[in-house]
């Protein structure tokens, strides 16, 4: 078997489709067991948000999904990551949990983990493809093997659509108002990079 962990923070449920459909394509696979897990939330940020409505409604969507632990990390042959924009840069909630990973990293456990990344921002140029470049620094730091989303897999990379997507990896534009859905091009490409993420890791496991 090979073992994919789909980890994301999500404040508005934007990132969590995305997750949820990455979970999907891959659990298809009979040959890949399939974990979802979200990243925890931070109190400042819970303090923060918690007069708003939509976050409300999408931390209650969430509410059965299990938190990320560092077990999972090591468990995993391949992790793809859902991590939202904050200014162009990862949340805190991901960088948080990211530097609780030192003693993994000390002990060289997530050498050669496969893994992808796939945001989201507000805006169509909000920073999508900075967050995913600046996220992919520490995966390589921890030796891991970056798998981006190819233009002959995702005709939608090569479409003037309004939609997210970059070789990078696959994104979501939520809306000025948060209040638009990932499209249905948005979670094919995040099915894709799960399925890319695990055949990497297969390939990877193989050659061990
Ligand atoms: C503190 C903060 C900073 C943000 N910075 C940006 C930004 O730089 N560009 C942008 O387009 N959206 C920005 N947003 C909007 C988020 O990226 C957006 O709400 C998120 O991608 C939606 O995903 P989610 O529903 O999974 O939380 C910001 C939101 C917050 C709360």
């Known amino acids: 078997m ?38 925890p939330e931070l109190e400042a940020a819970e303090k923060a948000m918690s007069s708003q409505d939509p976050y409300l409604a999408a931390q209650k969507e969430q509410a059965e999904i299990t938190e990320v632990s560092l ?26 949990f990211i530097d609780t990973a030192g003693g993994l990293w000390a002990e060289g456990k997530l050498e050669d983990k496969a893994t992808g990344i796939m945001s989201s921002t507000n805006t169509i140029h909000g920073g999508q493809e900075s967050t995913i470049l600046t996220s992919m620094m520490p995966l390589l730091h921890f030796g891991m093997i970056y798998v981006g989303s190819t233009y002959g897999q995702n005709p939608e990379l090569s479409q003037d659509k309004i939609q997210g997507g970059s070789p990078y990896g696959p994104s979501t534009i939520a809306g000025s108002d ?31």
């Open 71 to 96: 077990d999972d990390l090591e468990w995993a042959d391949g992790i793809v990551w859902g991590i939202p924009t904050r200014f162009g840069n990862m949340p805190a909630q991901v960088k948080q």
């Open 178 to 208: 948060g209040s638009k859905s990932p499209t249905e091009g948005d979670l094919k490409m995040a099915g894709r990079l799960a399925k890319r993420v695990a055949r990497v890791a297969k390939g990877i496991n193989l050659t061990k």
């Open 2 to 39: 090979t073992n994919l962990l789909i980890t994301y923070y999500s404040s508005y449920g934007h990132m969590f489709k995305m997750a949820q459909a990455a979970r999907d394509a891959a659990a298809e696979h009979d040959d890949y067991q399939v974990k979802l897990r979200k990243i």
